[in-house]
């Protein structure tokens, strides 16, 4: 067993004295031989002293051994020494030790090395430092708990400490998941957080400058307003002071990408109104859009909902996310007219021609429709002479039925009809010839009417302003008629067969 003698090179001893001027400065292993009898070190005095030397250690067994420093001041005074732990190891006779052999940890005092409590390493030369220790029955307080390691020369490393606390009460595992990652967009999030008690107080720092931006319990959200990394931690306490941190770096980027609309819009078509009017629906609820960023998309409508159209309109949508950055759709709107307009005609006419007359003329609008309307335009005609009104038409002796058509501008029809009767004068000889003998004409009372083979289904005479003064059905081959009550004039005489109608005229005189 070859021993070595090496040299300690001491880093970084720094020691300050409190406006004194450090003088001295010794050093002694192990055991204090008493102040002022340690080896002296040199160095250049002053306030702050920060040296490099070199300290023999010749002499010294192999294993555990600790350095201490002490000064002096200008004053004389020595001060308290520090210490140093370090190792004397034997000169490596094989290959270096490469593998972790044995673990060990204890608590508080050392109970020297290979004397702690044992760790089951998951593999030779492998330490899984997420290693669960069992604290059970150590009482409420605060500790330091020691590991070493042993390689495979089977030498015990130092023992590196760390202090932990038992606490009556649960440890918190604060936890978080976020949405978006967006400039100007809300981040949103979500509390994941397990173990928490109901009592529980939150602390949020969004931004990582270690002041509490939020204390709410639960979710939170936040507006980042310009990118970058952050370091957003979720520190949790819950009752009896347990408490954890979470941290996690978010990233925030510019939003500089358009939404995108995902539904489809075609032509829409809404009835018309009593007006030939719509009132636009509020069709934003019918898109479907995406966003990189921005979960609660602005969508707004143009012409705006409730806006009145009365033809075909393009609507405009338009999805505009938290940056700005927007995306538009159109569509056209149609304004459909599937109301059926509505037209009345006038009742079946009978019209008398005069002496000399071949046709009735049409005075004015009397054979126009009494009603025609629409919720929209429509345009009015009939089948007799293919125009919106009758005056002025000429109708044949005879019946002729007239159609009124109304279609709107959507090409609903409706119509409606009447019969017009043209009965042609027929002058005494021409009576006779078809076996209807009347006379004397004139006459100052009495009226005498043969029909000889014709069946008569009615004789009626009206005045000269077509007022009927005698109708009769049942009619005789012989009939007499007294006009001797009523007044001297023209009087018109209508006589109707199975076939025809004839009419004449008499006067009384
Ligand atoms: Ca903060
Ligand atoms: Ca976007
Ligand atoms: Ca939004
Ligand atoms: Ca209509």
Redesign the pocket.
Known sequence: MQKIKIFIIIMLFGFVAQSQTIIKMEYFFDADPGVGSGTEISFTSGSTVDFDTQISISGLSVGHHVLFIRMQDSDGKWSLYEGRNFYISETPTQTPAQNITEMEYFIGTDPGAGNGTPVTLTKDGEVNMNIPLDMTGQAVGDYNISFRVRDDNGIWGIAETREFSIADCTQPIPSYSYSTG?VNTPTDFTDLSTNADAGATYSWDVDGDGVEDYNTVGDISHTYTSEGEYNVSLTIVNDGGCNYTFSEIVIINE?I???EITSTHNTQQVDADANCEVSLPDYTGDVTAT????NDLDITQSPTASSIISETTEITLTVT?D?G?FVEVTFNVEVADNTVPTITCIENQSKQLFEGETAYTVSGTEFDPTESSDNCDFTVINDFNSSATLENANFPIGSTTVIWTITDNAGNPANCNFDIQVNAFVNIETLQQNGISIYPNPTNGILNFEFANNNIQKLSISDITGKTIIERTEIQQNEMIDLSNFENGIYIIKIQTDNEIFTTKIVKE
């Open positions: 967006c939003d990408t358009d939404p966003d990189d960023c921005d996310d940056a950055n």
